[in-house]
């Protein structure tokens, strides 16, 4: 049931019953052994009911003494409810529109900006925060020290954390990352997965996404592929179940396999390689990190995918054929040489494009 925006206070049941019975406020104060003044404070709501008095209300009125004390708890608890409201209303313009678009989509909550206190409340339940300074904190955390997030976004954007913790916490309520609490990670066992993870990814079909998923699962990481918020400008990001298993996060933005594998490779390189201790998560408007997670993660994808010889034999390429067969004679997708072709401006954007294959769709819990 949908609470309503307002308090009632008992003593209006009170009222009710005085107006039925034709009796003044003075002949129930008579009756009860109090003064007129104290019946008057209780009808009107200056007052609140005892279990004194609802002991004595009873045997005049003959409504239980506990259905009296309930109606005062109601009350009370309608009135803090109401405060709450306004003074978390406050904090509704911090709410990026696109993340509240996003909780209405997943049926996190029904409020929109015309309710703001109900908005911010639902906000915060759904991030399983009392406060919002206490989900100030719980980002500042996941932000910062060992285990902080890893994120691959697109170059020049800022990522709202309303947005941003909101597709994290869909994440935290989906299946996969339910069963990976208990999965145990081995880094060993990653680094000897790497050569089948990326033989799998050479071959991107329907069922390349759910392949790669289960065999990270089988090392103990967790692979998710999260519909994010509209225009989220994030690919992937990493971070840690109780500070034990690695969560690759991806958006599956842009859709394509080339974005979805390097990004896949990117992550796996900050799992293994990430320098702890710093911010890895850049969304403010000023630097608060230092480049160096992100560089060392695209060396270890580009390593991994490549080789030592990198891009060389892409160089001077511009037809579909022959870029899919250099890609081929190195064991990648010819999508993930088309990626990153375009990424270091050695491939205009109107070619490759027929090469990349379609992943949107491919990967359910």
Same mark, same amino acid.
């Given at each position: 049931?949908?609470?309503?925006?307002?308090?009632?206070?008992?003593?209006?049941?009170?009222?009710? $019953?005085?107006?039925?019975?034709?009796?003044?406020?003075?002949?129930?104060?008579?009756?009860?052994?109090?003064?007129?003044?104290?019946?008057?404070?209780?009808?009107?709501?200056?007052?609140? !009911?005892?279990?004194?008095?609802?002991?004595?209300?009873?045997?005049?009125?003959?409504?239980?003494?506990?259905?009296?004390?309930?109606?005062?708890?109601?009350?009370?608890?309608?009135?803090?409810?109401?405060?709450?409201?306004?003074?978390?209303?406050?904090?509704?313009?911090?709410?990026?529109?696109?993340?509240?678009?996003?909780?209405?989509?997943?049926?996190?909550?029904?409020?929109?900006?015309?309710?703001?206190?109900?908005?911010?409340?639902? @906000?915060?339940?759904?991030?399983?925060? #009392?406060? $919002?300074?206490?989900?100030?904190?719980?980002?500042?955390?996941?932000?910062?020290?060992?285990?902080?997030?890893?994120?691959?976004?697109?170059?020049?954007?800022?990522?709202?954390?309303?947005?941003?913790?909101? $597709?994290?916490?869909?994440?935290?309520?989906?299946?996969?990352?339910?069963?990976?609490?208990?999965?145990?990670?081995?880094?060993?066992?990653?680094?000897?997965?790497? #050569?089948?993870?990326?033989?799998?990814?050479?071959?991107?079909?329907?069922?390349?996404?759910?392949?790669?998923?289960?065999?990270?699962?089988?090392? #103990?990481?967790?692979?998710?592929?999260?519909?994010?918020?509209?225009?989220?400008?994030?690919?992937?990001?990493?971070? $840690?179940?109780?500070?034990?298993?690695?969560?690759?996060?991806?958006?599956?933005?842009?859709?394509?396999?080339?974005?979805? !594998?390097?990004?896949?490779?990117?992550?796996?390189?900050?799992?293994?390689?990430?320098?702890?201790?710093?911010?890895?998560?850049?969304?403010?408007?000023?630097?608060?990190?230092?480049?160096?997670?992100?560089?060392?993660?695209?060396? @270890?994808?580009?390593?991994?995918?490549?080789?030592?010889?990198?891009?060389?034999?892409?160089?001077?390429?511009?037809?579909?054929?022959?870029?899919?067969?250099?890609?081929?004679?190195?064991?990648?997708?010819?999508?993930?040489?088309?990626?990153?072709?375009?990424?270091?401006?050695?491939?205009?954007?109107?070619?490759?494009?027929?090469?990349?294959?379609?992943?949107?769709?491919?990967?359910?819990?």
């Amino acid at each position: 049931m949908t609470a309503v925006n307002y308090a009632v206070a008992p003593g209006e049941y009170l009222e009710e $019953w005085l107006d039925d019975q034709g009796m003044s406020q003075q002949r129930l104060a008579e009756r009860l052994g109090s003064s007129r003044k104290q019946v008057n404070e209780i009808v009107n709501g200056h007052a609140p !009911i005892t279990p004194d008095t609802a002991m004595r209300l009873e045997r005049v009125v003959g409504i239980p003494a506990k259905t009296w004390l309930k109606y005062e708890a109601l009350y009370q608890a309608d009135l803090k409810r109401i405060a709450d409201e306004e003074d978390l209303s406050a904090h509704a313009g911090e709410i990026e529109p696109n993340a509240v678009s996003y909780l209405r989509s997943i049926g996190a909550t029904k409020a929109t900006i015309r309710t703001p206190g109900k908005l911010v409340q639902d @906000f915060l339940t759904f991030h399983r925060c #009392g406060t $919002w300074e206490a989900y100030e904190h719980l980002y500042e955390t996941a932000s910062t020290g060992d285990y902080a997030l890893a994120a691959l976004k697109e170059s020049g954007a800022t990522i709202d954390r309303t947005a941003l913790t909101t $597709w994290l916490r869909a994440a935290e309520l989906a299946e996969a990352f339910e069963r990976g609490r208990e999965f145990e990670y081995s880094p060993d066992g990653l680094r000897a997965a790497l #050569g089948a993870l990326r033989a799998r990814a050479a071959a991107p079909d329907s069922t390349m996404l759910r392949d790669l998923a289960n065999m990270l699962a089988d090392v #103990g990481v967790v692979f998710m592929v999260v519909d994010p918020p509209k225009k989220f400008p994030l690919l992937g990001m990493t971070r $840690w179940i109780d500070k034990r298993v690695p969560v690759i996060q991806q958006t599956g933005r842009w859709g394509k396999d080339g974005f979805v !594998i390097w990004t896949l490779f990117h992550e796996i390189g900050h799992v293994l390689n990430d320098p702890r201790g710093e911010m890895h998560l850049e969304y403010k408007t000023e630097k608060t990190r230092t480049s160096a997670a992100e560089k060392a993660a695209n060396k @270890f994808a580009l390593d991994t995918l490549f080789g030592d010889a990198g891009l060389a034999p892409f160089s001077g390429l511009t037809r579909d054929r022959d870029i899919a067969n250099a890609a081929r004679k190195l064991g990648i997708a010819p999508g993930v040489a088309v990626h990153q072709m375009h990424r270091r401006r050695l491939l205009h954007y109107s070619y490759g494009n027929s090469l990349c294959v379609d992943l949107a769709g491919t990967f359910t819990e």
